[in-house]
């Protein structure tokens, strides 16, 4: 599977090509994805935010489930990449006509698209278009399931390293409903890719995934204990919507034992960051006067997030053409032959 | 009305101003559309599919009746023109204010668009607006209830002449649903105009127009006769939404007596094509051994479709900017006398 | 207050950063948008008609409530200034996730977003997230509850100012339902600051608020006293979904009494122009004799409309670059000394 995963997001020479999972991609991947980010960080300071890279291109926003903020982080990376953008609602359109998904997709192909961004309520479904795509289109996963959402742990990864200088020494927990979280999934191989020291998971028992240490992750069922001189501190947002009523009380409840206040996070490392994928919860997983308080770096992860996510889609799009120049290079070596 | 139909399309030179419908057009306009179109084929391999015939234009998109697939074609067909385009879900807006249809376009047309792409679920709505539009603006039919759909008519009329070299000797077998059919339609006088030598129409009787044989066309109700040594086969799409109940017993009985299979496929030509406008209902109208079969050529009348949609409108510009820089000279030559 | 509405409009050196309401601008600066507005009308003739004053800028419609005319309009300004767009319809996202208001904002200005586009049903809200929005983000409100509409007011300006050389000496009256209209507020605020020698309001009493007369106007209960000899005369339209229905017997009452025909035309000036803002109820504040006829301009108001939005855009964003220069140059000079 972590062969399947590597073969089909990296080029014969080892460059991008898909970006679907952690998993599979080495760290000098995740290294060149962070440093490429960083050019495009510089360029969203500038009076002229537009680089020309992905100009001529057609990206297609393919969101089987609706959700408008990460939708708008992609096109507007697309279209500061200098894209052409399509946003397609799955819901309203297509698959109401009773067209098969591959049918779909066939159709979005043969529009000469350059890359479809897919977002799906289940797990494995941009694995399995990626599988199925023709060589022309790149395939960007923008959150899918329980399984993954790697832009999502890639932007927390350069937070990470802008704030902390690197990931060698740090001790990263991550609080909350890791059960229901593709991010928690992402963050965790992420991490261990990027080398860094100790990743715990923070949260209730029932919202705990079985046998998540055989990950490489330390379990914690007690806040305090699990955030004791941790560098970072990552809150997850509280799926309210994706959990049973049965796994957790209430709200309030979960405030009481999990939520980070100024309190709680005195045991942590005196320099400790606070981050959050977003949206917060205020007063459930999060106190105001953390999220607006020094430690949150949370608004500096949305802004780092366009750059990452603008480094995914312009190496993932070169990626694509190197493997088109070289299968061009072979054919003509073929007939000369 | 043939006339009407003729002086509404064309300048006075007899260029492209609107593109409503096949009646009316000359075989000079729809091979000039085929030649333009194959022009921008090439451009949709290139790394770089934009190209500059429309900047600085507005395109709006009219759509009165949803259809995602047709408006993203007309989308991308003027963003790679280089055009701004404006979605706009009437549905959604406007007329929900109890504004008239008319005062609504004249508001349009007060916003300087240049080019309105209507879809319309009512026949001849695109006609009355082009009648009724100033001369600033080109209109573009992209279906309109039982009427026509011109550009899909083209991008057909594209691919057989792709594969097939031209029109002249060939067979060309419509199978389906022809009494619903806005696409049938259009097919039939774009076939007759570029000289196809037999149309026929393929269907149960309850699905074929009375009176049909008047447009110059050979009804079969058996669908074997019906493809017999033909070149071309175009299976049109079962609209269920729009079928009175009564006049089909049920899908499988239907694919039981019209379904396109390999089997069936024996008698036609042995290099026949098969065609599909897409979305195909498998099982319905066709096997999936056939959509997904050498002789379909379903996906690329979609990559066609692209370039046929980028050569009907900047054909259509070129006109109305050919025919307001008449009425300059014109005016000009007026002052000096 | 007033003071409030000039400091968050203005940068120091008096140049505009938000456009949030009519009051507390000054009048160098309305006839600065208007003279801006100008050149723009002249490039929505031309065969190109967009300018790069906003290349690589992101400005985002924030509509909170559903507006396809008013969010067209802007969403054409800014592409004409070569803006990207992003399109965020609050109903469906965002909110329903049960993020706060101000969450979402600090987001999209995370983004590196330069200009938000605000409509909100409840009076002050663009106001509201003026006060609360970082420098980087020019806000521009597209129409907040009852309480102003001022690009409205402006290509209104635009239009009399066109059609009667300026405002010196003008009588204009505003009819109809003045109580629930943020848009009569906004003119009467820019007739008066422009010079406008007798501003009136005519309507029935429960369509006018009380205490109305202390804006500078003359109230009119009856619809002849009121135009008479009026330069410009201002249909507003009957928001009939605002309305308690208390308040109105019936539409046909109301045209019987306020509507606007021909035959009551006659008492205003001989020159008089009548304008709408859109869309219009025929047969209900205004007869199709009138609204289709020679002294209506209020198509050119739609072309106008346009073109004032890019004035306002353009230079609030060169305000911004101003305001970022100076604060440099400052912090620069701290650093020498």
């Known amino acids: 599977m972590n062969d399947d995963y ?10 991008l090509r898909n970006f679907i999972s952690i998993r599979g991609l080495p760290k000098s991947i995740l290294e060149q994805i962070l440093d490429t980010a960083a050019s495009f960080v510089d360029v969203g300071g ?20 609706p959700s408008t903020r990460t939708r708008s982080t992609f096109e507007l990376a697309a279209k500061r990449l200098s894209a052409d953008v399509l946003n397609i609602d799955i819901a309203r359109s297509a698959t109401s006509k009773g067209e098969s998904l591959m049918d779909m997709l066939r159709n979005l192909e043969a529009m000469a698209s350059d890359m479809f961004v897919v977002r799906h309520a289940d797990s494995g479904a941009p694995h399995y278009i990626a599988r199925h795509a023709t060589p022309n289109v790149a395939i960007i996963n923008a959150g899918d399931g329980r399984h993954a959402h790697p832009t999502q742990a890639m932007l927390d990864m350069y937070t990470i390293r802008h704030y902390k200088g690197g990931f060698e020494g740090l001790t990263v927990a991550i609080v909350g409903d890791i059960l229901h979280s593709r991010v928690a999934r992402s963050q965790i191989y992420a991490l261990r890719t ?26 914690f069922t007690h806040l305090e204990e699990g955030i004791k001189d941790a560098d970072v501190i990552i809150a997850l947002r509280l799926q309210k919507e994706r959990m049973d009523s049965a796994l957790l009380p209430s709200e309030s409840e979960f405030f009481d034992q999990y939520g980070l206040t100024n309190e709680r996070l005195k045991v942590a490392h005196p320099e ?3 981050m959050h994928p977003g949206p917060i919860n205020r007063g459930v997983e999060i106190a105001s006067e953390v999220a607006d308080g020094p430690r949150a770096v949370i608004l500096h992860q949305v802004t780092f997030g366009i750059a990452v996510r603008m480094a995914v889609m312009s190496m993932s799009m070169g990626g694509r053409e190197a493997e088109r120049n070289a299968a061009r290079r072979q054919q003509e070596a073929q007939h000369v032959r």
């Open 6 to 15: 590597a073969t089909l997001q990296l080029t014969e020479d080892g460059q």
């Open 46 to 65: 500038r009076d002229i935010k537009n680089v020309p890279l992905l100009r001529g291109k057609t990206v297609v926003n393919l969101f089987f489930e």
């Open 194 to 219: 990027l080398g860094a020291k100790e990743i715990r998971v923070v949260g209730p028992k029932t919202l705990i995934p079985t046998a998540i240490e055989s990950m490489g992750v330390n379990v």
């Open 272 to 274: 400790a960051i606070v």
